[in-house]
Each structure stands twice: as C-alpha cells, then as structure tokens.
C-alpha cells in the first residue's frame, strides 16, 4: 500500500476488525506528536519518517527476558483500566472460566469455523453442541463471539441477539458401534 501524505497523517485509531484489535496512526502525525511532548528532547529531531517509524516499532516489539514487550505492558494496563471502571465484556467471576473461554477460541475456531462454512449435507449432527456463535443483532454480521457449550443457550430466547449451535464432527453411524 502507497504511502500518502493522507496516510501519513491519519489519527490515532483503535478499532476491532475482523476479529481483531488494531491499533493504527500516521508515522507523520506520531513523529509530531512525541516531538511535541514536554519530555522531548530539544536537541533531537526526527529526520526521517519512515526509519522513526521503523525504529518505534522494533521498539514496541523489543521482548524482556520474560518474553513481554511494551504493547504487552500497554495492554495489560489497558485491561486493568477497563475492570476498575467497569467495562463491557468482564464480569466477577473465575478467571478460569475466562482463560477456558480464550482458550477454547483459540484451539477450535479453524476447525468449527470451517465446519459451519462448509456442512456436510448428510452430516448426522450430535446431540449436544460443543460451543455457539452469539452476536447482537445490530452489530456488524461477521462479529460473533465464541462461547463454549454451556454458556452459549443462554442467548438463545434472548431478545436482539442471534445464536447458533456449533458441532465439531458428525456423530458416531450406528454401523460403527461396537
């Protein structure tokens, strides 16, 4: 993608998309910004846009000994921020749900994604689901959360949010018992 001066000075931005955090700003407007802070030294100037900008991301990616790096730290601070205020999306609880929750996203979403996009016509489903697709109703059509099994039918009588069950293979043929 062309680099333009309309780019180069785009606004901090912090969006989800897709399924995804991104965070985005125009390396003029970010040389600016930090050359405008107080704690900006005045004998240093950014000469080149592009390497500055180059250099602050090999920053924000420089691992501690412990594998984190600055964004990691920023996130977290971030996270904390959004419990002691109250945000969407946390509720009291057991961490371990939440990890578990992650976790399952993170181990199952290819495979039960692909299963929902391409269904086997003649597939014998199981009873039960292994996790639902959960979004509200008004929000962006390709916006679903992941829930696993149990958490998921809770939305399913749910006014203004859409639910669908989630299978990872057909169930057992009846031939194949033992």
């Known amino acids: 993608m062309k680099a333009t001066n309309a780019r180069m000075s785009q606004?901090?931005?912090?969006?989800?998309?897709?399924?995804?955090?991104?965070?985005?700003?125009g390396?003029?407007?970010?040389?600016f910004a930090v050359q405008q802070q107080?704690?900006?030294?005045?004998?240093?100037?950014v000469t080149d846009l592009r390497?500055?900008?180059?250099?602050?991301?090999?920053?924000?990616?420089?691992?501690?000994?412990?594998g984190t790096t600055p964004v990691h730290r920023m996130l977290d601070a971030a996270a904390e921020e959004v419990i002691e205020r109250g945000g969407d999306g946390v509720d009291e609880g057991n961490v371990r749900d939440g990890v578990a929750l992650a976790k399952f996203v993170l181990d199952t979403e290819k495979s039960v994604l692909k299963s929902i996009e391409?269904?086997?016509?003649?597939?014998?489903?199981?009873?039960?689901?292994?996790?639902?697709?959960?979004?509200?109703k008004s929000d962006d059509p390709e916006e679903w959360s992941l829930l696993p099994a149990g958490g998921g039918a809770d939305f399913l009588n749910r006014?203004?949010?859409?639910?669908?069950?989630?299978?990872?293979?057909?169930?057992?043929?009846?031939?194949?018992?033992?």
């Open 11 to 25: 606004q901090l931005s912090v969006v989800i998309e897709g399924g995804q955090l991104k965070i985005s700003i």
């Open 38 to 45: 107080n704690s900006w030294p005045k004998k240093f100037a």
């Open 118 to 136: 391409n269904p086997s016509p003649n597939a014998n489903l199981r009873a039960e689901p292994v996790a639902w697709r959960v979004r509200v």
């Open 27 to 31: 390396i003029a407007l970010l040389a």
């Open 159 to 178: 006014d203004g949010y859409d639910c669908q069950p989630l299978y990872t293979s057909a169930a057992p043929e009846a031939s194949d018992a033992v």
């Open 51 to 66: 390497e500055f900008a180059q250099s602050i991301a090999r920053q924000l990616q420089r691992e501690e000994e412990d």
